[in-house]
């Protein structure tokens, strides 16, 4: 079985929910999920709720329209599962600093909020791929928070000012990439 088969015999089996098979996506991902929950101030059974969201989320996004993985499975359910402890992390500060407006929100919502989340984060790592190289390794180092003085030095540019400019001109070329796509109005308006 091919590299592109097992993601999809993993996706199938999460969607006709095959326990061989999503025992197998627990034993490939749970641990890396684990790790960065751990690393990030959650516990284990925090890392175990944030794992079944995911795969809840994934669930639902394979059933509902055409759906395809553009990365590996691994690789997608991972991020989802990192953008829903984002989520969740979030939505407990505002719970401890607002408590007197606590809100809950419903598992529907939390599905739908996630899945629109992701469709973003698609949208940009496929704009991400459509600008030139250079500025994908320059908009990469900055997103990854890399000193600019590192960044000239890695990628050859004359001064932490150069670098400066640069990443200015790739980001306007994303975001124009972003925001000339249909999807982009789409996902504004909801």
């Known amino acids: 079985m091919n590299h592109q088969e097992y993601d999809n015999y993993l996706l199938n089996s999460l969607v006709t929910g095959d326990a061989s098979g999503i025992k197998k996506i627990y034993e490939k991902i749970y641990p890396k999920v684990l790790g960065y929950i751990y690393k990030h101030q959650g516990s284990e059974d925090d890392a175990k709720d944030i794992m079944q969201k995911g795969l809840l989320q994934l669930a639902a996004r394979a059933q ?72 994908r390794k320059v908009l990469k180092s900055y997103f990854n928070k890399i000193p600019y003085a590192q960044i000239a030095k890695e990628l050859g540019y004359a001064s932490e000012n150069t ?11 994303l975001r ?12 504004k308006e909801l």
């Open 64 to 135: 509902t329209k055409e759906f395809t993985i553009t990365s590996s499975f691994e690789a997608y359910l991972f991020t989802t599962c990192k953008n829903a402890w984002r989520r969740e992390s979030k939505m407990s500060k505002l719970r401890v600093t607002n408590t007197k407006t606590l809100t809950l929100i419903s598992e529907e919502r939390e599905i739908a909020l996630a899945a629109y989340e992701q469709e973003k984060w698609e949208l940009f790592q496929e704009k991400m791929n459509s600008i030139s190289e250079n500025c």
């Open 163 to 173: 670098v400066r400019q640069r990443i200015f001109k790739c980001k306007s070329k």
């Open 176 to 187: 124009e990439a972003v925001q000339s796509d249909l999807r982009y109005k789409e996902l």
